[in-house]
């Protein structure tokens, strides 16, 4: 086998199929309308799934990783006297804050501990004590830890105070039903190599139209411009405001329809959920406990700790199960070590019999 053949249970990018990776093998031209059309029917085809109607929702497409999409976010729809409270707990709600700072935006913080989710009523305390606050940022699902956040519950709260809400769901959007008005969402940011299963090379904005026609001018930045690539996009039937990654939108579209084919985001959250949950018990009777407790464990990436006679370390452990064909993810936590398992991508029940015989087998090695 080539070394470098291995299934990824990294949670983006992961493992894609082979007709994927082959609908990158045509070079597309930006301005044709073949490619427009197959752009527009991107946008259109995220608003189904995020149960949003075209007309009072749109989808923007942002050329760059997950974060270009959160920094478009942030940066082009809260004004120089508007006020986000961040809730942070873990490191991409921490990003964040940091993006605040970058581009001074007025920012107050209420931070959780990583395994735990945040508390609604202190989120409403907030809410009443500091009436300058406009916006409410969050992170869906959790990436650092494995923990899902409620975002209805916050969603909640932004509707009775009339806050504009915005959501990281970077990993869960597709993979996690998502009802994008119902939960009050005003922007929803995800990206191409998570649980839609396309290859890494954009993100995706779900907005509240009549939010965003809001923000016209407010940028920080030009290729960040949020409102000027919907603007672009809507007015030109689908045209990118600068070079679009063309091989990854058709990865994309090809990786929407198979979605589609799987039976939609239920279906795909079914296989999500099963693997997790037969991965998390086999590595717990293998003595790796979870840091996450099950009730806020989502259906993504778990989290666990080293056994507590441990014998070995995180690159002898990747060594073997990378030799033995998949490859791992260290842990993100400042406070203790752990490594990580994402379970999103072409990973099957047949993928956890497998990886569970491997840590076996490697577990026995190491005693
Ligand atoms: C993947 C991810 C991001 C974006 O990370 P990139 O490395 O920029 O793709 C942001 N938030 C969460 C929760 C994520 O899982």
Redesign the pocket.
């Known amino acids: 086998m080539d070394k470098n053949t291995y299934k990824l249970l990294t949670?983006?990018p992961l493992t894609t199929t082979a007709t994927v990776k082959e609908a990158m093998q045509i070079d597309r031209c930006t301005w044709d309308e073949d490619y427009k059309s197959m752009t527009q029917g991107i946008r259109s085809g995220l608003l189904k799934l995020a149960h949003a109607d075209n007309g009072a929702y749109t989808t923007v497409l942002m050329q760059g990783?997950?974060?270009?999409g959160?920094e478009s976010v942030l940066s082009s729809v809260i004004s120089s006297t508007d006020k986000v409270l961040v809730l942070q707990n873990g490191a991409?709600s921490k990003r964040m804050v940091e993006m605040c700072d970058y581009h001074g935006i007025k920012y107050v913080v209420y931070e959780e501990d990583y395994a735990h989710i945040p508390d609604p009523m202190i989120v409403e305390d907030v809410l009443k004590s500091d009436g300058n606050i406009t916006h409410i940022a969050m992170?869906h699902?959790?990436?650092t830890s494995g923990l899902l956040n409620d975002i209805a519950s916050i969603g909640a709260l932004a509707q009775k105070y009339n806050k504009k809400f915005i959501v990281?769901a970077?990993?869960s959007f597709g993979g996690v039903d998502i009802n994008v008005p119902q939960l009050g969402i005003t922007y929803l940011v995800s990206?191409a190599n998570?649980c839609i299963q396309g290859v890494p090379g954009f993100s995706f904005i779900i907005a509240n139209v009549e939010d965003l026609k809001k923000t016209k001018g407010i940028a920080r930045s030009l290729s960040l411009d949020l409102y000027a690539q919907w603007e672009t996009m809507e007015n030109d039937g689908g045209k990118w405001r600068f070079t679009s990654p063309t091989h990854v939108v058709a990865a994309f579209a090809q990786a929407m329809q198979e979605l589609e084919a799987e039976g939609g985001v239920t279906a795909r959250n079914a296989r999500y959920a099963a693997t997790n949950r037969a991965l998390r018990k086999g590595m717990e009777e293998l003595g790796f406990k979870a840091y996450i407790d099950e009730a806020h464990q989502g259906p993504i990436i778990t989290t666990f700790f080293y056994p507590a006679d441990c014998t070995f370390t995180f690159a002898e452990m990747y060594a073997y199960l990378k030799e033995h064909g998949y490859v791992i993810y260290p842990g993100k936590l400042t406070d203790a070590e752990t490594f990580r398992l994402g379970n999103i991508g072409e990973i099957y029940m047949d993928d956890v019999e497998k990886i569970l015989a491997i840590f076996k087998e490697f577990a026995g090695l190491k005693k």
């Open positions: 949670p983006g990783s997950g974060t270009f959160v991409y992170v699902s959790e990436t990281d970077m990993s990206s998570k």
